[in-house]
């Protein structure tokens, strides 16, 4: 029996833990538990499971500047410290980045390489706020823009959607791509939120003008308009941009319990945004692949992996949602500049 897709997870990432240190932080090991202790009992979802290699740091070069690298790395030898009030490098937080950096590389080369089409990441440290030589919110290596860039550089791609639906705008795979025309950065975030980046009227700068789409949400919002700004912008821009690869920024803190935000999605919305993204890539006849980003509540965080690896590994159609009359209508008439939407 063919299986779905490739889920990428490794033990490693539980040696992150700047909890030790920053009791106040949420991005933990235990994040992962629920799902660690959920998924093999039911067969990964039918999900064939994979170990995360680590990357290299060539690899992680792609992005970072080699400097930046061997601070990392040189904190986690010395025993850790802090990178900035929120962001800390212990022991086997090195090691843990690299594979979680890794698993993105394994992944993109498996989904170009070979038969698989669909691909989860269910690892950490989170990446999408890791600028080029800087560290912040929790963040260490940008595992998603690593990936990208490695589908560019190495694998023959010419075009990466990235679609990021954390509730925090992912400032640093924005700038890490931000005048360039080869990959469409797509974000829906709450807006206001860390860091405070992704304004509406950001649409990237240079070549890559037009290739930055910020749909930023009110503070509280519901699936719905989630949904909306996704099925009635994300996708027709990204349809004609028509990527070779789509690549999902996949947060989960705007689901309701989480702790951290003050979204209200369910992990159904989560489930129904990765139809309408999985019915794209089916109608593109292209891979996609997800990577885990936020989410600091560990039962919803497993409800809401669980429904993306259904949802994507399945045949279910996706539900249209209807435009939100003000805040739809005014995202299409900013990005209409750039996409006919």
């Known amino acids: 029996m063919r299986r779905p897709g490739l889920y990428f997870a490794d033990p490693v990432c539980a040696g992150h833990d700047p909890g030790a240190q920053l009791p106040w932080v949420p991005e933990t090991p235990q994040r992962l538990s629920v799902l660690e202790r959920e998924l093999p009992a039911a067969d ?34 010395f025993g850790g ?9 212990g022991e086997g937080s090195y090691r843990a980045a690299l594979h979680a950096a890794g698993a993105a590389c394994t992944m993109t080369r498996e989904l170009l390489t070979g038969p698989a089409r669909r691909g989860f990441c269910a ?70 939120s860390f860091p405070g980046t992704g304004q509406a009227s950001d649409a990237g700068s240079g070549e890559g003008e037009g290739y930055t789409i910020n749909l930023p949400v ?5 699936g719905a308009l989630w949904l909306s700004l996704l099925e009635h912008v994300a996708i027709p821009a990204a349809e004609q941009f028509a990527p070779q690869l789509i690549l999902i920024s996949a947060g989960y803190d705007a689901h309701e319990a989480d702790p951290l935000c003050s979204g209200r999605l369910q992990a ?48 279910d159609p996706a539900h249209s949602a209807a435009p939100d009359a003000l805040l739809t209508s005014r995202a299409a008439a900013r990005v209409g500049h750039y996409w006919e939407l």
């Open 218 to 222: 009110p503070v509280g919002a519901e």
């Open 81 to 89: 410290g802090a990178l900035d009030s929120e962001t800390w490098v």
């Open 44 to 77: 990964y979802g039918g999900w064939e499971p994979r170990r995360a290699r680590a990357a290299s740091e060539e690899q992680v070069a792609l992005i970072h500047e080699p400097r930046y690298i061997q601070q990392v790395h040189e904190l986690a030898l």
């Open 123 to 192: 690892v950490r440290p989170p990446g999408h706020h890791a600028e080029r030589a800087r560290a912040m919110g929790f963040c260490l290596f940008n595992n998603v823009a690593i990936a990208a860039e490695l589908a560019i550089r190495e694998l023959g791609i010419e075009r990466v959607l990235i679609l990021d639906w954390d509730i925090h705008h992912g400032n640093g795979t924005a700038e890490s791509f931000r005048d360039r025309a080869d990959v469409l950065y797509v974000s829906i975030h709450e807006s206001g």
């Open 268 to 315: 159904e919305d989560f489930g129904e945004m990765s139809r309408h993204v999985r019915e794209l890539a089916e109608r593109l006849q292209v891979p996609l692949g997800a990577v885990l980003e936020g989410g600091y509540e560990p039962i919803a965080l497993a409800e809401c992996v669980i429904a993306t690896l259904h949802a994507l590994g399945g045949s």
